[in-house]
C-alpha cells in the first residue's frame, strides 16, 4: 500500500488522468465532429493559468477557480472557434497550429503569466479546511475523468452527437439534412476547449507551478497522437490512448537515452499495422461482419416495401 | 397551391453560366419531372433550391416566403429535402443512424439537454426512432435498420436516401435520378414509392433519364438545356415539342 501512496506514483495517476481528460476533449472536436486541432494545448494553457491567476491574485479558492477556468475556455473556444471553424481540414490544422504558437508565445511575455519564469506557488486545493493529499487529489483527478467520459459518451449518442458524426462523414450532407454546421463545430471546439481547461486547473493546482514550456506545440501532438492510437471518435480509445502514452515515457524511463527512440518506434509501428487505431473499428471489418451476417440468411423476411402498415 | 416557384434564377460558375434566368414553379401535390440532356443544368438547378449553391441572380420563392440566400439547413428547416444524384449515404453509421439524421430539424435537444438527458430529451429521443423506423418500414429496409449502410445494395442505398430525406417531412422531396443504376424490378418499386407517396399529398420534383419513368409518373415536365428552360407542359405536349426533340437528338443538319 505504501508504494501505491508514494508521491511520485500518485503524481504519475493525477498527470495520466490529466490527459485523459485532455484527450477525451479533443477526441469531440477531432474524433467526433472531424475537426483536426493541433492547438489543444492553447485551451490547457489558458485553463491553467486562469485558475492560477485567479487564485493568485483574485485568491480564488480551487473549488471556484475550477469552474471559473471551465467556463472561460468554454468561451474562448466559442470566440477562436468562430473564425478558424471557417476552414477545413489542412486548413484547419494550420489555423489551431497558429492559434497553439500564439498563445505559447503570449504566455511566455505577459506580465500577468509571470513571462518566462511562469507562476509559481500556487496554492494546493483544500478539502474541509485541510490541505488536500496526493492521494485525495489523484482520486477527484479520476472523478472528473469518470465525469468527463461519462458527458462524452452522453454527447455522442445524442441528436447533437449524431449532427458532429454526419460533420465529420460528409459536411454537405449534413448541411442538406438540416444541421447549422459552423454551429455544430464551434460547440464540439467549445466542450474540447472546456475539457482543457478543467485539465489545465487541475494540472496547475496539482503542480503548483506552470510556464509557458509545459503548453507548447509538443503537447498538442501528443494530444492527438493520443486518440489517434486510441482510434478516433471512441471513448474507451481515448482513454486507453492517453493511458498508454503519458505512461509510455515513465514505463520506458530505465531505456535512458533511447526512452524517445522507442516510444517514436512504437508509435510508427502501431500506426502501421493498425491504423483505425486501438479501439477504431475499420470499415473493412465492419462491412464483412455485415456481410457474413447478410450470408447466414440476412433480413427475416425480404420486403418490398411495407406501406400497407400506414 | 403554389409551393415553388423561382423568378429569373440563375448560377454563373465564372464564365460558365450552368443555370441561366430560369422562372418555374411547383404546386402543391404534384410530381413534376426534370429533363434534359447530360450537362443541362439540372442537377445545379436542384442545389440552387436545397440551398447547397447561393444563385448568382434571380429569387427563389418557398411557402410564400423568400428563401433567397438560404443555406442548405435553412432550406432544410424550411421543409426541402432532398437526395443526391452520387448516392451520399454515411456509409460508416448504421441505416437507422442515417434516417436519424434526417430527423435532426424536427428535434430540439441541444448539448446540455442531451447530456442531463431529461424526460423531455428522452422522450424525443424515443419517438423520433420510433418515426425513424417508419420511414424506413416505408421503403422496405426495416431489417436492415442495424447494419452499416455500407453494406446495402446500391438499389437499396438509394431507398435509404429517400428514407433519410423524408425524416425531414418535406413539404417539397427532390429525387436526383432516383432510379440511376437500377434494374427494372427496383425502377418499379420506386415508382410505386412515388406514387404512395403522392397519395399522402406529398409534392415531388425529380430529375430522371428513364423515360418510361418520367411519362408514367410524372404530371409536368421541364425540360432544360444548355442552362435553360426549353419547355414545359404534360409529358404528351413534351414528347412532340420540337424544341426538345432538337436538344436531345441535336438539329437536322447539325454536324454533332
Known amino acids: ?310 | 397551391m403554389r409551393l415553388l416557384e423561382t423568378e429569373k434564377l440563375t448560377k454563373t460558375f465564372g464564365g460558365l453560366t450552368a443555370v441561366s434566368q430560369v422562372d418555374m414553379h411547383v404546386d402543391s401535390g404534384e410530381i413534376l419531372g426534370l429533363i434534359g440532356p447530360n450537362g443541362a443544368g439540372k442537377t445545379t438547378f436542384f442545389n440552387l433550391i436545397s440551398g447547397l449553391y447561393q444563385p448568382t441572380a434571380g429569387e427563389i420563392i418557398f411557402q410564400n416566403q423568400r428563401v433567397h440566400g438560404f443555406k442548405g439547413y435553412q432550406m432544410a428547416e424550411a421543409g426541402i429535402a432532398r437526395t443526391f444524384q452520387n448516392i451520399r449515404l454515411l456509409s460508416s453509421l448504421s441505416v437507422l443512424e442515417n434516417v436519424l439524421l434526417g430527423s435532426y430539424t424536427r428535434g430540439k435537444a441541444g448539448l446540455w439537454g442531451a447530456i442531463l438527458k431529461g424526460k423531455r430529451v428522452r422522450d424525443e429521443e424515443k419517438r423520433v426512432r420510433q418515426e425513424s423506423m417508419e420511414q424506413l418500414e416505408l421503403v422496405g429496409l426495416q431489417d436492415y435498420a442495424h447494419q452499416p449502410a455500407g453494406v446495402l445494395s446500391y438499389g437499396q442505398q438509394r431507398k435509404l436516401e429517400i428514407a433519410r430525406a423524408l425524416a425531414i417531412y418535406p413539404a417539397l422531396l427532390l429525387l436526383d435520378e432516383p432510379t440511376a443504376g437500377m434494374n427494372a424490378e427496383e425502377v418499379e418499386e420506386i415508382m410505386s414509392l412515388v406514387r404512395y407517396l403522392k397519395s399522402h399529398n406529398k409534392t415531388i420534383v425529380l430529375i430522371e433519364h428513364n423515360m418510361h419513368l418520367v411519362m408514367n409518373l410524372c404530371e409536368r415536365l421541364i425540360v432544360f438545356d444548355h442552362g435553360e428552360k426549353v419547355a414545359s407542359g404534360s409529358p404528351q405536349e413534351i414528347q412532340t415539342n420540337p424544341l426538345v426533340i432538337e436538344a436531345y437528338l441535336g438539329k437536322e443538319g447539325d454536324d454533332e
Not at chain 1, 477545413?88 to 505559447?104: H, M, N, R, S, Y
Open chain 1, 1 to 310: 500500500m505504501d508504494s501505491i501512496l508514494n508521491p511520485y506514483y500518485l503524481g504519475i495517476v493525477v498527470i495520466v488522468g490529466i490527459y485523459v481528460i485532455l484527450a477525451l476533449g479533443l477526441n469531440i472536436v477531432t474524433g467526433f465532429a472531424g475537426q483536426v486541432s493541433l492547438g489543444h494545448a492553447a485551451f490547457y494553457a489558458i485553463g491553467a493559468y486562469t485558475s492560477a491567476i485567479l487564485s493568485l491574485q483574485g485568491h480564488l479558492i480551487f473549488w471556484l477557480a475550477l469552474p471559473a477556468a471551465a467556463i472561460v475556455t468554454w468561451c474562448t473556444g466559442i470566440v477562436l472557434g468562430l473564425p478558424s471553424l471557417r476552414v477545413k481540414e489542412d486548413f484547419l490544422a494550420i489555423v489551431t497550429l497558429g492559434l497553439g504558437l500564439i498563445f505559447q508565445s503570449l504566455a511566455n511575455n505577459l506580465k500577468i503569466t509571470g513571462g518566462a519564469l511562469g507562476l509559481g506557488s500556487i496554492p494546493q486545493p483544500e478539502l474541509f479546511g485541510e490541505p488536500m493529499s496526493n492521494f485525495s487529489f489523484a482520486v477527484m483527478t479520476w472523478l472528473f475523468v469518470a465525469l468527463a467520459a461519462f458527458v462524452a459518451w452522453r454527447a455522442l449518442n445524442s441528436r447533437v452527437g449524431r449532427a458532429w458524426l454526419a460533420i465529420r462523414e460528409d459536411e454537405l450532407v449534413a448541411d442538406a439534412l438540416g444541421v447549422n454546421t459552423t454551429r455544430l463545430k464551434v460547440l464540439a471546439f467549445a466542450l474540447g476547449a472546456l475539457y482543457a481547461g478543467v485539465a489545465g486547473s487541475l494540472f496547475a493546482h496539482y503542480t503548483t507551478f506552470i510556464s509557458a514550456d509545459s503548453f507548447g506545440f509538443n503537447e498538442s501532438a501528443t494530444i492527438l497522437s493520443m486518440i489517434v492510437l486510441g482510434g478516433l471518435g471512441s471513448i474507451p480509445g481515448a482513454v486507453t490512448g492517453a493511458i498508454l502514452l503519458a505512461l509510455a515515457p515513465e514505463v520506458l524511463r530505465p531505456l535512458a537515452d533511447y526512452r524517445m527512440l522507442i516510444y517514436g518506434l512504437l508509435l510508427v509501428i502501431l500506426m502501421r499495422y493498425r491504423p483505425q487505431g486501438l479501439f477504431g473499428r475499420s470499415k473493412a471489418i465492419r462491412d464483412r461482419y455485415a456481410k457474413k451476417w447478410l450470408k447466414k440468411g440476412g433480413p427475416k423476411h425480404e420486403a418490398a416495401g411495407n406501406r400497407k402498415t400506414h
